[in-house]
């Protein structure tokens, strides 16, 4: 009971001190990340706290289905916040940054982790497949502003919108290195991942998404005032949205990731701009925050005491380098228009965050097969999401204030309509 109590305390505080951090540092270049690493950091430091345990992520089944949580509930806000409506020129950048950028990004880092880390193709493959997602949960700094303000450039934009749908977009690579990994249990694994894996995985994702954003559209916008749900003015409406278009395309086995962002692009079209909107917006951002807020506590108290970078030595040191300042920037520039300013071209090559879903896919990946090297895998993904929060949580902001301070001066407009 006294451990409880005192982790009861503890939650309170960081609560308190998450929602006031950003309000009293909002000057400074430092994001939420950042203080929610280091809390946890000194947490699991702290003598002041025995028998409670803040790094107890020992279990895979734990650190995979709270991550899990956490994405597709920002997943959902990052949709939700998206006013440019679909279309081939519209969302051209993010064409781009799916198209080619993610997987010419996953096989340059599956060079370098069998290079670099001395890693067989199933996990070379895994890890790279990992860390291709850039995280809609850490990049709040770069990403667009709540629905209907406007705040839409082309940088935001391109991020946002990647950031949401690549996240599931890296499974059928998670899938590609699970078969790879159950080579010998099956003669057919390739044609099967194919079929199963790439194509009805995918499209039952869009196609799931697609429907269950528009039939919960109109129950939301489109009954008489008395009956639809936007007449609750609650904004646990968009949890609601997320846990069901997650379970049921799940169900069906189709990328529940993929589904949840297309049923909120989904959702918008019915009703595009009606202020319950920002109502969604605003609790999906709340709840995220707070789930964000636990792992990464807990994540800065593991770091701080040995777990998951067990298996730290020079070659992951030498591999976070080189993913997070040669492979992502590399391939993002090269995949972008030479058309962009260089500025920009070089804010969404360089901006891509490596977060919770890299964890979560890790977690999810070994705990359907086995792969060699694991400890190595852990450590290079918890070294990389550490460096990533940390570095771009201290330069993205400044980043953007150059990038939105020189659309003035050469008379661009920041916003973007759709």
Request: overall charge neutral.
């Amino acid at each position: 009971m006294e451990s409880y109590d005192i982790t009861l305390g503890l939650l309170g505080l960081v609560i308190l001190l998450t929602a006031w951090i950003p309000m009293a540092f909002r000057r400074l270049p430092l994001s939420l990340p950042i203080f929610c690493i280091a809390i946890g950091a000194l947490a699991g430091q702290t003598i002041l706290v025995p028998g409670v345990d803040l790094a107890s992520f020992d279990s895979r089944l734990l650190i995979e289905h709270m991550t899990e949580l956490t994405v597709i509930v920002s997943l959902m806000g990052a949709g939700l916040k998206i006013d440019r409506p679909i279309g081939l020129r519209r969302w051209a950048l993010t064409w781009r940054l799916l198209g080619l950028a993610m997987p010419l990004g996953i096989a340059v880092m599956a060079v370098g982790a069998a290079w670099i880390l001395g890693l067989g193709a199933a996990s070379a493959i895994l890890l790279a497949a990992c860390l291709a997602p850039t995280d809609p949960v850490l990049a709040s700094d770069v990403q667009v502003g709540p629905p209907q303000t406007g705040a839409e450039d082309e940088v935001r934009f391109a991020l946002t919108s990647e950031a949401g749908l690549n996240d599931g977009l890296s499974f059928p690579f998670v899938y590609l290195a699970i078969a790879i990994a159950l080579a010998s249990d099956r003669s057919d694994w390739f044609a099967h991942w194919l079929l199963v894996d790439v194509l009805w995985r995918l499209l039952a994702g869009v196609v799931m998404g697609w429907i269950i954003g528009k039939v919960l559209g109109f129950a939301t916008f489109r009954l008489p005032k008395g009956a639809s749900l936007a007449r609750t003015g609650d904004g646990f409406v968009a949890l609601g949205i997320t846990c069901l278009a997650y379970s049921l395309t799940e169900l069906v086995h189709g990328y529940g990731f993929v589904a949840v962002f297309v049923a909120a692009l989904s959702f918008r079209t019915v009703e595009r701009h009606h202020e319950f909107h920002r109502e969604l917006h605003d609790f999906s951002e709340q709840i995220e925050r707070l789930l964000m807020m636990v792992l990464l506590v807990c994540f800065g108290a593991a770091v701080s005491i040995g777990q998951f970078i067990a298996e730290l030595d020079w070659r992951v040191v030498a591999f976070t380098l080189f993913v997070l300042a040669i492979a992502r920037p590399a391939t993002g520039w090269v995949s972008l228009p030479s058309t962009l300013p260089k500025g920009e071209r070089a804010a969404i090559a360089v901006f891509g965050i490596r977060g919770l879903g890299s964890i979560y896919y890790l977690a999810f990946a070994t705990g359907i097969a086995g792969f060699e090297e694991v400890g190595v895998m852990w450590s290079a993904v918890a070294l990389i999401v550490l460096v990533s929060i940390v570095t771009h949580g201290l330069t993205v902001t400044p980043a953007m204030r150059w990038l939105d301070r020189r659309r003035k001066i050469d008379g661009r407009s920041v916003d973007v309509k759709p």
